[in-house]
């Protein structure tokens, strides 16, 4: 029976639609036509749907309407001078201390004199702030910044799925986006260090940050990215970041993805990366900090022989909360993806990964597969998970796996048993068990890092 | 001085040591015995402290300390070194973190300088030559696709390293080609020493001609049944175990 539901809004969505009416006119390319309309149609997408709960399928275990009570005004940028000090104390000196070119994005904003500009645009990248970008759209990014996240396949199956529901965390986005990088690799460009995004927000009165990153690898190029996002402060950070890559024929990026904010932060992330024939994207997620963090992942195969690896890692506690939600689709034959995704869950946290692998009808030779796991260290802790195929292409290899547990006491009293103090034996298992995801990282700096990273929240050190 | 009185163990709910008294003295080498199942591993993990096993009467002393007040860790500190009749894998650890993670703490718990890494390289290196273990399989995740073999070796060069003073070994020699053996034995033999006891837990009599016991005990239906020199050994492999089970019935 479908009865016509009336529109009540929660606090946090009328909240929302006030923030768009209160800074509309001030936003970036509010002037250009082409940008008012994508943010204007952005807006009624998200009007039309609300903020998601637990009762849209792709939400069911994150219900954001009823955990976010308000919705916080937009930063207001004040250009302050951000030091390398703080830089460093937001991510970790290790973090920080990762030898790349820097692009720096706070309070919502690109920030050039932050970043190492010069240095990139020697070498051949093209470089653009999206806020610069947005006063003059051109015609090729269009497509790209109205970007719906919409299911690309398997309607000719399934038809129903051809009536779209918008992604309102996409079009938040669309609709409010400050600032940002569009950054570009030309054929033949090549870069000698990582490229690392840092986003710096949360800074004084709660404020919500709305970023977009965009980077398009042209044929045969490769790029070694990695995206941190941290706090400045700890008063209340909402985030809404959109990272869309895309890779063209050949190209290959190795992208690390580090969520390090603070524990009162809410994190929300898209990520969507187009693969074109041949390309190779290898992904890392590590999740450990904000009190609710949702990453959605969208992986498109567009042209045939693309490979795809995923690997994530979420180190929680107290009532921490993360979902990773990931739809990979494979539009074309001969790709192959890959998604490993470990969670250690402590007190009252909770970690949620969704793996949705779409098989269209001509995708012959398809191989995918995806495992989550868990290690609960808690009673209070708790896992879900939920893996779906929907395979319309019957010459294909697919599968998944999950499992949920605790440290494996056998494996504990024989450490114990050779003079290891219990603590230290625990964390030696739950790095490793965490290790089998880091270990997918090839940037050695980032792997390092992360492990030693890992090691901080466990609280010990190995050398 | 390793002395067992009236040792009752269970594990869930079914109790598998009846009342064992066993002495080992300082310096001296005793084999255990026994048909399948009389509880000669659940002795030896008791000893270790696995927590699944329940002491449920009795005591065990090593040294004049009251080992079961002990958690396993500490045991090892204060000497216990049990090893394994099936080393576990343990993926993702590496077998010279692990080491070096475990000697250091044992020696830290025993108040000696903790090695720096490049020390500890060094005498790594040292044992495994002598063990005749390649090195290169030391890089690997803990027991990661070793063979049976391999496994035992590596307990013995963590014994060696360790520098137990009470050594258990449980079935070290099950699993060894003729060559293995003996180089286990002679690792074993290396660590004899006068204030140094071990528990050999064996099968066969082909060890103890290598690690000649100076006393044999017969394990069976949780007890000691029976107690000789390295003579009886020799009997056992003759007779075998019918008398024990006989008891039984
Ligand atoms: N977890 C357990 N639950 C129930 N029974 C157990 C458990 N572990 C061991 N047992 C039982 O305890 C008894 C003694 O086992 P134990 O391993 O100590 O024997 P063993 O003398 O070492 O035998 P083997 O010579 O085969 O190694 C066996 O009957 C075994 O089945
Ligand atoms: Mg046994």
């Not at chain 1, 050949?250 to 990520?271: F, G, R, T, V, Y």
């Amino acid at each position: 029976m479908d009865l016509p539901v009336k529109q009540l809004r929660s606090k946090a969505e009328q909240d929302l639609l006030d923030v768009f009416s209160a800074v509309n006119e001030a936003l970036p390319g509010a002037e250009n036509k082409t940008v008012a309309k994508i943010r204007s149609d952005a807006l009624a997408d998200y009007a039309s749907v609300g903020l998601p709960h637990r009762r849209v399928e792709a939400w069911k275990y994150t219900d954001l309407r009823s955990q976010m009570p308000e919705a916080f005004p937009l930063v207001q940028a004040s250009g302050r001078a951000i030091s390398d000090a703080e830089i460093e104390t937001a991510l970790s000196p290790r973090i920080a201390g990762i030898d790349a070119y820097r692009l720096v994005v706070a309070e919502g904003e690109f920030r050039p004199e932050l970043s190492d500009v010069t240095a990139l645009k020697e070498k051949g990248a093209e470089l653009h702030s999206l806020a610069e970008t947005l006063e003059h759209l051109p015609e090729e990014l269009k497509p790209l910044l109205a970007e719906s996240g919409y299911q690309r396949s398997g309607f000719e199956v399934a038809p129903t799925a051809t009536k779209q529901i918008p992604d309102p965390i996409i079009a938040l986005n669309k609709a409010l986006m400050t600032g940002g990088v569009i950054l570009r690799l030309k054929q033949g460009a090549a870069l000698d260090k990582p490229v690392h995004l840092i986003n710096l927000d949360g800074e004084g009165e709660p404020s919500a940050s709305v970023t977009r990153a965009i980077v398009v690898l042209e044929k045969g190029t490769s790029l070694d990215l990695i995206e941190s996002y941290a706090s400045l402060g700890g008063r209340g950070l909402q985030r809404n970041a959109m990272t869309q890559i895309v890779l063209g024929e050949s190209a290959a990026i190795e992208h690390s993805k580090l969520q390090l904010e603070d524990a009162e932060a809410m994190h929300l992330a898209n990520l969507i990366v187009t693969m074109g024939a041949e390309a190779r994207y290898n992904g890392f997620q590590y999740s450990l900090g904000a009190r609710l963090s949702r990453n959605d992942v969208r992986v498109l195969f567009e042209g045939e022989g693309g490979t795809m690896s995923f690997n994530g890692a979420a180190l929680l506690k107290d009532s921490q909360h993360c979902d990773t939600t990931m739809v990979v689709e494979h539009m074309v034959p001969h790709c192959t993806s890959r998604e490993l995704y470990k969670a250690v869950l402590d007190g009252d946290s909770r970690g949620v990964f969704q793996a949705k692998v779409i098989v269209a009808p001509d995708a012959q030779k398809t191989d995918g597969k995806q495992m989550g796991q868990a290690l609960l260290l808690s009673q209070g802790a708790e896992f879900d998970t939920k893996p779906e195929l929907e395979i319309f292409a019957d010459d294909v290899v697919c599968g998944h796996g999950a499992t949920s547990g605790q440290i494996d006491e056998d494996l504990l009293f024989y450490l114990e048993a050779r003079g290891i103090p219990e603590p230290t034996a625990r964390a030696l298992l739950i790095q490793a068990f965490v290790g089998e995801a880091l270990e997918q990282i090839e940037d050695e700096p980032v792997r390092e890092a992360l492990t030693a990273a890992t090691a901080d929240w466990l609280g010990v050190a190995f050398d | 001085m390793l002395e067992i009185k009236n040792l009752h163990a269970r594990i869930d709910d079914r109790e598998i040591l009846k009342g064992l008294d066993l002495k080992v003295p300082a310096g001296e080498v005793h084999a255990i015995m026994g048909p399948n199942g009389s509880g000669k591993s659940t002795l030896a993990y008791v000893l270790a402290g696995k927590e699944e096993y329940e002491v449920t009467e009795g005591s065990i002393t090593w040294n004049g300390q009251n080992l079961l007040e002990m958690g396993p860790d500490e045991r090892a500190a204060a000497g216990v070194f049990l090893a394994f009749q099936y080393p576990i894998e343990i993926p993702g650890v590496a077998t010279m973190t692990f080491l070096r993670t475990a000697v250091n703490s044992v020696r830290k718990a025993r108040g000696q300088e903790e090695y720096s890494t490049p020390e500890f390289m060094r005498v790594v290196r040292e044992h495994a030559k002598e063990l005749k273990i390649d090195p290169e399989m030391l890089k690997r995740p803990l027991n990661m696709g070793f063979s049976g073999g391999e496994k035992k070796r590596n307990e013995i060069l963590q014994m060696s390293l360790l520098e137990p003073s009470l050594c258990v070994l449980d079935e070290t020699d099950s699993g060894l080609d003729i060559d293995a053996l003996r180089i286990v034995a002679d690792g074993v033999n290396r660590l004899r020493s006068p204030d140094r006891s071990m528990i050999v837990i064996t099968h066969y009599q082909r060890l103890l001609n290598y690690i000649v016991p100076d006393r044999v005990h017969v394990l069976s239906q949780g007890q000691v049944a029976r107690s000789g020199d390295a003579d009886l050994a020799l009997e056992l492999e003759k007779t075998g175990y019918a008398e024990f089970r006989g008891e039984a019935a």
